[in-house]
């Protein structure tokens, strides 16, 4: 079956850069979520889309900032890099729920950022 | 509040035994419970979910339980391979206000054969 695809898999930035993660979701899921994983820690959301529209929104850094397009595919713009956006990003996708009911977040493999 | 697991608890099984990890999620009003398996440099896997009108789910092997008085969620794998060494997450959702999921502390478990 098919799973949610994030390129790149690794990037290098140095401080102070930008960077840009893309996301495609599982064919016919309509909502992407974006989260961080730093070492050794659980994911923390980021932000999520439906329809292109923001769905709702949790710690992302105002220098972060994201987009869904009208493919559903999404992208992440991170600008300023510091030492401590060293992570793993994760794009998880989803049909829309009924109703506002959640559904299940099926999770892409990700994206390790080193920023030296 | 939200959890952040900086120990990660370890949980260690003989192969074939029974494992149990167990998930204390933080609020009341929360309406559905996903478990995810993450291996090494890997995104979270799912495993199952439940939503709160139910108190037992069960999957391939696996089954979660769930205790709302006492804010407890609990997966339980049988027969345990070496394949399902990993670290365990369970994950909880408000479903009506917003899309976030809050992350549970993880817990790793190793089976030896």
């Known amino acids: 079956a098919a799973g949610v695809i994030q390129s790149p898999r690794h990037l290098i930035k140095e401080k102070r850069e930008t960077a840009t993660l893309k996301c495609y979701p599982i064919p016919r899921h309509d909502t992407v979520y974006w989260y961080q994983q730093g070492p050794g820690q659980d994911p923390q959301f980021l932000i999520s889309?439906?329809?292109?529209?923001?769905?709702d929104k949790g710690s992302i850094p105002d220098r972060f900032s994201a987009q869904q397009f009208s493919d559903y595919h999404s992208e992440l713009n991170m600008s300023s890099l510091e030492l401590g956006d060293s992570a793993l990003y994760f794009c998880a996708s989803s049909p829309r729920g009924a109703g506002g009911l959640q559904e299940t977040q099926y999770f892409g493999p990700g994206t390790r950022l080193l920023v030296l | 509040g939200e959890s952040v697991g900086l120990h990660l608890p370890t949980l260690s099984v003989q192969e074939g035994d029974n494992s149990i990890i167990n998930c204390a999620y933080s609020?009341?009003?929360?309406?559905?419970f996903i478990w995810y398996k993450q291996e090494s440099g890997k995104g979270p896997q799912f495993i199952i979910d439940i939503r709160s009108n139910m108190d037992k789910r069960q999957g391939q092997r696996v089954t979660v339980l769930l205790n709302k008085t006492v804010k407890h969620l609990s997966l339980q794998i049988a027969a345990t391979q070496p394949g399902d060494s990993a670290v365990y997450f369970c994950a909880e959702n408000l479903s009506y206000n917003t899309d976030k999921l809050i992350f549970g502390t993880g817990t790793r478990l190793q089976v030896f054969p």
């Open positions: 889309f439906y329809e292109k529209m923001q769905s």
């Open positions: 609020n009341s009003a929360s309406d559905y």
